[in-house]
């Protein structure tokens, strides 16, 4: 068997097209504004932001970078995210994370306004997701597999999916996603025993560990559907947590690296931001279109 691929390059290109359409068609002469806070100077994260900023502008949504220093201390950011939940021309508030080692991550993005997390790591929407609420900002990583996976056609009721890797950002609300999609879920970690069986199980994977290539082709039941979340550099080369070159020729279905998963995420953001902005406009009565019939959240 040979996969198919998931493009997520095309399919995010196709909902960023579509998202720009709804912004354009918006009755309002109000634009959704993104506030990015971006600590400290990690490359890698200046090329996120610039990514989000680049992004945002080409559907029609307004992105204001703010930049600190890393040596900003947490009550001073804390000021930062209580004028911006303050200021009503604010749709959307997140900060690039990592974050320095001596802010206190679950603080700072405790404070963003729920309405606001259009990133929803805080734990209000991460409580809301839990309880499978539509209300839920849902993070942009795991939404984006979901779009993928969903865009495969294949019937997410009742397969076993098996996620590597548990963290808040991706991991976990992975696997609330999919519980809520009616899958059975299996949640592996570093203390794992014996990955590889419990991996040949799954109907679905999510590898999210960044551990480049960990995923081997026999570990993969023939006809599984694979979606590698990691990002990994070998000598400067991009690559996944998958063995892409043995998987492929297991999975029905399986997503690159890169131009699978990562093209997603900023797509997501943008339609969470989007989402956030159809409800402000709804309360403060600006907006004609029904939050749940706009389709706004994409
Ligand atoms: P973290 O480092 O926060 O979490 C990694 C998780 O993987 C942990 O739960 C860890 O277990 C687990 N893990 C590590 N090694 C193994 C192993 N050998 N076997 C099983 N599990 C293991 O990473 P993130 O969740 O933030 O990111 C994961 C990957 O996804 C990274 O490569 C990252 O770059 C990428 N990423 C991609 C995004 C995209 O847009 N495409 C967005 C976000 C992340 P334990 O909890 O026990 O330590």
Same mark, same amino acid.
């Given at each position: 068997? #040979?996969a198919?691929?998931?493009?997520? $390059?095309?399919?995010?290109?196709?909902? !960023?097209?579509?998202l720009? &359409?709804?912004i354009?068609d918006?009755?309002?002469?109000?634009?959704?504004?993104?506030?990015v806070?971006?600590v400290g100077?990690d490359d890698?994260?200046k090329?996120?932001? =610039?990514?989000k &900023?680049?992004a945002?502008?080409? %559907?029609g949504?307004g992105?204001?970078v703010m930049?600190?220093?890393s040596?900003i201390?947490?009550q001073?950011?804390?000021?930062?995210?209580d004028?911006?939940?303050?200021n *009503?021309?604010?749709?959307? /508030? /997140? %900060?690039q994370?990592?974050?320095?080692?001596?802010l206190d991550r679950l603080?700072?993005?405790?404070?963003?306004?729920?309405?606001k997390d259009?990133?929803?790591?805080s734990?209000y929407n991460t409580?809301?997701?839990?309880?499978?609420?539509?209300d839920?900002?849902?993070?942009?990583?795991?939404?984006?597999?979901?779009?993928?996976l969903?865009? #495969?056609?294949?019937?997410?009721?009742?397969? *076993?999916?098996v996620i590597?890797?548990r963290?808040?950002?991706?991991? !976990?609300?992975?696997? #609330?996603l999919?519980?809520?999609q009616n899958?059975?879920v299996?949640i592996?970690?570093? =203390?794992?025993?014996?990955?590889p069986?419990?991996v040949?199980?799954?109907?679905?994977i999510?590898?999210?560990?960044?551990q480049?290539?960990?995923i081997?082709?026999?570990? /993969? $039941?023939?006809?599984a559907v694979v979606i590698d979340v990691?990002?990994? =550099? /070998?000598?400067?080369?991009?690559?996944?947590?998958?063995?892409?070159?043995e998987?492929?020729n297991?999975a029905?279905f399986?997503?690159? %690296?890169?131009?699978?998963?990562?093209?997603?995420?900023?797509a997501m953001?943008?339609?969470?931001t989007?989402?956030a902005f159809? =409800?402000?406009q709804?309360?403060?009565? *600006?907006?004609?279109?029904d939050?749940?019939h706009?389709n706004?959240?994409?």
């Amino acid at each position: 068997m #040979t996969a198919q691929i998931i493009n997520g $390059k095309e399919i995010s290109a196709a909902f !960023r097209k579509t998202l720009a &359409q709804k912004i354009a068609d918006f009755p309002s002469e109000d634009m959704p504004v993104l506030a990015v806070i971006l600590v400290g100077d990690d490359d890698a994260s200046k090329i996120y932001v =610039r990514n989000k &900023q680049k992004a945002a502008a080409e %559907v029609g949504i307004g992105c204001e970078v703010m930049e600190f220093s890393s040596t900003i201390g947490e009550q001073a950011l804390l000021n930062v995210i209580d004028e911006l939940n303050a200021n *009503h021309h604010i749709d959307g /508030i /997140i %900060v690039q994370l990592p974050l320095p080692k001596h802010l206190d991550r679950l603080k700072i993005l405790s404070r963003i306004a729920p309405s606001k997390d259009v990133d929803g790591f805080s734990p209000y929407n991460t409580g809301l997701l839990s309880y499978n609420s539509p209300d839920a900002f849902i993070s942009a990583t795991p939404k984006g597999i979901l779009h993928l996976l969903l865009s #495969t056609g294949i019937e997410l009721e009742g397969k *076993h999916a098996v996620i590597i890797g548990r963290s808040n950002i991706v991991g !976990r609300p992975v696997s #609330t996603l999919l519980l809520n999609q009616n899958c059975t879920v299996t949640i592996t970690h570093s =203390r794992t025993q014996d990955l590889p069986s419990i991996v040949k199980t799954a109907d679905i994977i999510i590898a999210a560990c960044g551990q480049p290539c960990l995923i081997k082709g026999d570990w /993969i $039941k023939e006809g599984a559907v694979v979606i590698d979340v990691g990002i990994n =550099r /070998i000598d400067g080369k991009l690559c996944g947590d998958v063995d892409f070159a043995e998987a492929v020729n297991k999975a029905s279905f399986i997503t690159p %690296v890169p131009g699978g998963v990562g093209p997603m995420t900023v797509a997501m953001l943008l339609a969470n931001t989007f989402a956030a902005f159809c =409800r402000h406009q709804q309360s403060s009565h *600006h907006c004609n279109c029904d939050h749940h019939h706009c389709n706004c959240q994409g």
